[in-house]
Each structure stands twice: as C-alpha cells, then as structure tokens.
C-alpha cells in the first residue's frame, strides 16, 4: 500500500520537510528488516522523514529509496543527493494536514 500524492500535496509536504534533520541513514548493510521496522516506526510517529542514503551511484540510490519507500508503504516526496523524504499518514494520530487535491 503506497500513498499516492497531488502536485499540490507533494509541493506542500516539500516546504514542511524543508527544515528537518535526516533521521536514519542506510549504510552497507542496504534495507535489512531492522532497518524497515525503523523506518516504520519512524513514520508512524512523525509521517514525514528524512532519511540519508549513502549508496555509490545514483541508480543504486534510487533502487535504494524505491525499495525501502515500498516496503514501508510510503510516498516519496523529494530525493536530493543522498537524501530522501518520505510520507505516510499514521494510523492512529495524524498531524499533517494535506491540501485537497
């Protein structure tokens, strides 16, 4: 189940994650299961992060994000360099307000 974004919620989840520090990084290991529970975990919690993925090459990186956006239900909304933001809404208590689409 992946969230599917408007142009205007993607603008408007860009300017809000402006301002945040990554939170997790994917080192050598790749995605392991831990690493996909964190990040879970994470978006459950706050619904927009920052993760930092250091990889060799951009199609590695890109693979990277895409599998770890996938296998935790997530939208990407931006990739910068090493540098991914992912959404997803939480199930309990949401705090992020989406514009209509």
């Known amino acids: 189940m992946s969230t599917v974004l408007t142009a205007a919620q993607n603008r408007f989840l860009r300017g809000q994650a402006h301002d945040l520090k990554a939170m997790l990084q994917v080192g050598g290991k790749g995605v392991t299961d831990a690493l996909v529970a964190e990040i879970d975990g994470a978006l459950e919690h706050h619904e927009l992060?920052?993760?930092?993925?250091?990889?060799?090459?951009?199609?590695e990186r890109d693979q990277l994000i895409a599998r770890i956006a996938e296998s935790a239900g997530a939208a990407?909304?931006?990739?910068i360099g090493?540098?991914?933001?992912?959404?997803?809404?939480?199930k309990d208590r949401r705090q992020i307000v989406l514009p209509r689409a």
């Open 82 to 90: 090493h540098v991914a933001v992912l959404y997803r809404p939480s």
């Open 49 to 59: 992060i920052k993760i930092k993925v250091a990889a060799a090459d951009r199609d």
């Open 76 to 79: 990407l909304v931006q990739r």
